[in-house]
């Protein structure tokens, strides 16, 4: 029996990194690749409600919705299709990044530890 896939699962994993390199996590299926040729895989269609005292807070992450494939060092990686990144993408002259490192270097082909 196929067993069912855990979105709860992989968000748990993303918040729990406390090291210093970004631990990317990988949704190797085909929606996911065609997905992510116009979308980053966690922003794209992604809102946060935040409940505060009496106040309700939506935040759209339409802004973030940046595809990988026009990320510096992202662009370069072989797992660009099928990266579920939750960091944040910032621009610089009209380039964007991240800010955290990624744990694994595509321009070395290596993990960094």
């Not at 610089?92 to 991240?98: F, G, K, M, S």
């Not at 595509?106 to 993990?111: D, E, L, S, T």
Request: hydrophobic letters at 30%; charged letters at 25%.
């Amino acid at each position: 029996m196929e067993k069912e896939f855990n979105w709860a699962k992989v968000l748990e994993m993303s918040a729990q990194d406390d090291s210093k390199y970004h631990q990317p996590v990988f949704l190797p299926t085909p929606y996911a690749i065609t997905l992510a040729r116009e979308n980053n895989l966690f922003h794209h269609g992604r809102v946060t409600v935040a409940f505060k005292d009496s106040t309700i807070s939506i935040h759209d992450h339409q802004q973030y919705n940046v595809p990988k494939h026009e990320i510096e060092v992202c662009k370069a990686c072989e797992f660009w299709e099928i990266c579920y990144d939750d960091r944040i993408p910032l621009t610089h002259d009209q380039t964007y990044y991240y800010e955290t490192e990624c744990a694994y270097d595509p321009i070395a082909g290596k993990w960094n530890e």
